[in-house]
């Protein structure tokens, strides 16, 4: 054989071993001996940081070989995390949850957002999870209408001002002329707290994060923002005024992206996919929705190109309700 053909045999060798490497090191086989850093965006306590402890745990089931570490990173109603979840590497090995508000955050340019939702990795989604008004027994308040029509300015708490509490809580104080005003800082569980202490004396959030703590009788549900349940009045049937219905509309759609999971732009194709298959096989695994339902968190799963489509289209709103989201949450 004379060195030509040597060469072009060894030539051959090396590209056969580099493809065969690039195939064992692709996919489910690349997570094998890494670390994966799964970022929740809020404190520790509270139910994101639930669904986010219990979403790493089953994805690390379901992804052999591989650890998962959550970092817990609260700070600006979610979007430091955010912020760090997009400006990762796009190796698939950091990936996390954040609060679907920040969808309203991005359409109004909150000041601080380094992200762009529409280009993110998009590995799946936990539940539905309607929003609904919550008061504390404290406040004596009985029902919606009664709270509409009180005389006296309520404090409602909110985590940031770019969280999704305080920008639909904004949102429905603007449009519905409600007799609120909204208190920031409160992260975690510490709005139910604040509402047993008589700081405030309610909250917008999910209905899943507060179920518990009306159960327990601190609390009651005075208004509900889609979902199925027919247990708590339905917001939307209260409401006649157009500009209402319309906030109602992009408010009840964030319900149905509840308890996301996603990862920075880019992440390649194969290593994207075994992600979404992995959270796919975590969140139908039994014993995930055994705990699921023992902590409390309601369970719809959805992923990858659905969950995308879903981001895409809430992000897809008017000229007008642009300006309204930027106008009501400064």
């Not at 909150?110 to 406040?139: N, T, Y």
């Not at 209905?207 to 327990?216: A, C, G, N, P």
């Not at 992206?257 to 075994?274: E, K, Y």
């Not at 979404?276 to 995930?288: H, L, V």
Request: charged share 20%.
């Amino acid at each position: 054989m004379n060195r030509c053909s040597l060469r072009l045999l060894a030539a051959a060798i090396v590209s056969t071993f580099i493809a065969f490497a690039a195939r064992a090191d692709s996919g489910a086989d690349f997570f094998n001996g890494k670390t994966i850093t799964y970022v929740v965006s809020t404190d520790p306590g509270g139910g994101y940081d639930a669904n986010g402890r219990l979403v790493a745990e089953f994805m690390q089931k379901h992804l052999p070989g591989s650890t998962i570490v959550v970092r817990n990173m609260p700070g600006a109603g979610q979007i430091i995390g955010a912020n760090f979840i997009y400006a990762a590497e796009p190796d698939g090995l950091t990936i996390g949850t954040f609060n679907t508000g920040l969808i309203y955050a991005q359409l109004a340019d909150k000041a601080g957002i380094r992200f762009d939702l529409s280009r993110m990795s998009w590995i799946g989604k936990v539940a539905s999870d309607p929003r609904v008004v919550v008061v504390s027994e404290q406040s004596g308040i009985a029902d919606f209408s009664e709270l509409a029509g009180t005389q006296t300015t309520l404090k409602f708490a909110a985590p940031g001002v770019g969280s999704a509490s305080a920008i639909e809580t904004a949102l429905l104080v603007s449009a519905l002329g409600l007799p609120i005003k909204i208190i920031t800082g409160y992260n975690g569980d510490e709005d139910q707290l604040a509402m047993m202490r008589g700081e405030v004396q309610g909250t917008l959030g999910s209905r899943s994060s507060f179920q518990r703590f009306v159960d327990e009788g601190h609390g009651k549900l005075i208004a509900q923002i889609g979902g199925s349940q027919t247990d708590v009045p339905l917001l939307e049937t209260m409401i006649t005024d157009e500009a209402g219905r319309k906030v109602l509309s992009l408010v009840q759609s964030q319900g149905s992206i509840a308890r996301v999971t996603a990862g920075p732009p880019g992440i390649p194709a194969d290593r994207l996919d075994a992600l979404r298959a992995a959270y796919a096989a975590a969140t139908s695994d039994p014993a995930f929705l055994a705990k699921a339902k023992q902590l409390g968190l309601p369970v719809d799963p959805a992923t990858g190109d659905e969950l995308a489509g879903a981001v895409a289209k809430a992000l897809n709103q008017t000229p007008e309700m642009v300006r309204f989201l930027k106008y009501n949450t400064k």
